[in-house]
């Protein structure tokens, strides 16, 4: 657990999911013709001329065969590279503009896998989420503990709270991760292959999880995932990433065809429909 702070220096947590959140009607991330490519000058082209608004209340599901791009289209739209050309916006503003700590307020990622250099208490890497709520001259104060406490509480591992971070289990490490999260509190959450390392009970926990986040918190959520029935569980729009960096990007009804789906992936897929839910599988 984190040392405590001498009383002076403690305050309570801030709220930053209102005070950051857009004026009404703004896209929480947009996009303007984007090209993101990998390899350098004439390295290969990724994605090409890709322009989309993601809004309050929408969740996105990014789908692509292996390689297609999605990781670093992700890392694009996060601001861990620079796109080959096109603009990248958040919250009504340019990427590049925001302060960093402003930016998280804003903005959270969670990546493909995460690796722990150091052994710490696991309620300390999800207070990390509360970082950029926190002046830099001050301590995480009795609100941040609840908020990080409550994030582990909703993932499950609210017993494992002083378990070194060390001795998890993948599952459990990337749930650690969409607790963090879960602290972090921001509007407009990116997602890479969050559900990879989790079983089928966890991966629908998880997935249910981020669906109420959008639904009831009027989130805004873009997820890659490789599971087309788990991502027409919950997809609201879906961006396919097809060969030679052609993307289609809309309402999940217009993107998951079987047409579609087939050429994106290179084998015939076809829809079910069973029990109310839709399943995609190969012809």
Not at 70 to 92: C, I
Not at 192 to 198: C, F, K, V, W, Y
Request: hydrophobic share 45%; aromatic share 4%; proline share 8%.
């Amino acid at each position: 657990m984190s040392l405590s702070a001498p009383r002076w220096l403690r305050r309570p947590a801030a709220t930053p999911s209102r005070h950051h959140r857009p004026p009404a009607g703004t896209p929480l991330l947009a996009t303007e013709d984007l090209r993101v490519t990998v390899g350098g000058p004439g390295g290969r082209l990724l994605v090409d001329g890709l322009s989309l608004a993601l809004h309050p209340g929408q969740f996105w599901c990014l789908l692509g065969p292996n390689g297609a791009g999605k990781t670093q289209l992700l890392h694009t739209l996060a601001g861990a590279r620079p796109p080959a050309s096109g603009a990248v916006e958040v919250g009504g503003h340019p990427l590049a503009h925001w302060p960093l700590a402003e930016l998280a307020c804003l903005r959270g990622y969670v990546p493909q896998a995460v690796h722990d250099a150091f052994s710490t208490p696991v309620l300390d890497v999800v207070l990390q989420g509360r970082h950029p709520h926190v002046s830099r001259w001050h301590w995480e104060g009795r609100a941040d503990h609840a908020l990080a406490l409550q994030a582990l509480a909703r993932v499950g591992l609210a017993p494992l709270a002083l378990r070194d971070v060390t001795t998890l289990s993948g599952g459990e490490r990337q749930r650690v991760a969409l607790a963090t999260l879960l602290a972090q509190d921001p509007p407009l959450a990116l997602l890479d292959e969050p559900l990879a390392h989790l079983d089928l009970a966890q991966q629908l926990r998880m997935l249910d999880l981020l669906k109420a986040e959008v639904d009831e918190r009027q989130r805004a959520v873009l997820m890659s995932v490789h599971d087309l029935s788990l991502a027409a569980r919950v997809a609201t729009h879906a961006l396919l990433i097809t060969a030679g960096g052609r993307v289609v990007a809309g309402p999940v009804e217009q993107v998951m065809t079987a047409p579609q789906l087939s050429r994106a992936f290179g084998h015939p897929l076809r829809r079910h429909e069973a029990e109310g839910r839709t399943w995609w599988l190969p012809a």
